[in-house]
T-cell receptor
Framework: EAQVTQNPRYLITVTGKKLTVTCSQN?????MSWYRQDPGLGLRQIYY???????DKGDVPEGYKVSRKEKRNFPLILESPSPNQTSLYFC????????????FGSGTRLTVV | RKEVEQDPGPFNVPEGATVAFNCTYS??????FFWYRQDCRKEPKLLMS???SGNEDGRFTAQLNRASQYISLLIRDSKLSDSATYLC??????????FGAGTRLTVKP
């Protein structure tokens, strides 16, 4: 089944403890992206990647890192999480050249205390 | 001001009703437009693209007015299963997508 898989689905952590949210897609998509969703704000892009070893900042990159060493994986790293990073996170992918039809992962609900 | 604005609702309608949502966008250079549906605590899923000529998919009709910079979604004969949050999405270029905060719809028996 074609899908984007995120892990974990739920995570509660403490301020300052490094964490990684994994994202993997099996559709050979070039473009991958991370979003966070907060009430009243909609989805905001954190980072995106147009292909292997090519990453760029979105609208809200502060406090996050990403890497794209392989086409299928695009992990999101929080080196020192803070409570304002408590949010619902989505990974998404789309083939190069296609516009708009993102496939999203199931989401990761992160709480930083 | 947000780049994509939607009325958050909630819209509470009875089964069988017709309901319409509007969305406005501020960037006149935006190139393509979409409606996504998001069920509670789930991921967004593409509902339909929006074309200048308007387009229909079953009970759903989407329209775009570039001059006034707004997009609409009309749902006819609402079903209980239409209850969800509807996200207006505007693509600036190369998948630089801007999401509205969503309009919540509840269809009641």
């Amino acid at each position: 089944e074609a899908q984007v898989t995120q892990n974990p689905r739920y995570l509660i952590t403490v301020t300052g403890k490094k964490l990684t949210v994994t994202c993997s897609q099996n559709m050979n998509h070039e473009y991958m992206s991370w979003y966070r969703q907060d009430p009243g704000l909609g989805l905001r892009q954190i980072y995106y990647s147009m292909n292997v070893e090519v990453t760029d900042k979105g609208d809200v990159p502060e406090g996050y890192k990403v890497s794209r060493k392989e086409k299928r994986n695009f992990p999101l790293i929080l080196e020192s999480p803070s409570p304002n990073q408590t949010s619902l996170y989505f990974c998404a992918s789309i083939p190069r050249g296609m516009i708009g039809g993102y496939t999203f992962g199931s989401g990761t609900r992160l709480t930083v205390v | 001001r947000k780049e994509v604005e939607q009325d958050p609702g909630p819209f509470n309608v009875p089964e069988g009703a017709t309901v319409a949502f509007n969305c406005t966008y501020s960037n006149s250079a935006s190139q393509s437009f979409f409606w996504y549906r998001q069920d509670c605590r789930k991921e967004p899923k593409l509902l339909m693209s929006v074309y200048s000529s308007g387009n229909e998919d079953g009970r759903f009709t989407a329209q775009l007015n570039r001059a006034s910079q707004y997009i609409s979604l009309l749902i006819r004969d609402s079903k209980l299963s239409d209850s969800a949050t509807y996200l207006c999405v505007v693509n600036r270029n190369n998948n630089d997508m801007r999401f509205g905060a969503g309009t919540r719809l509840t269809v009641k028996p």
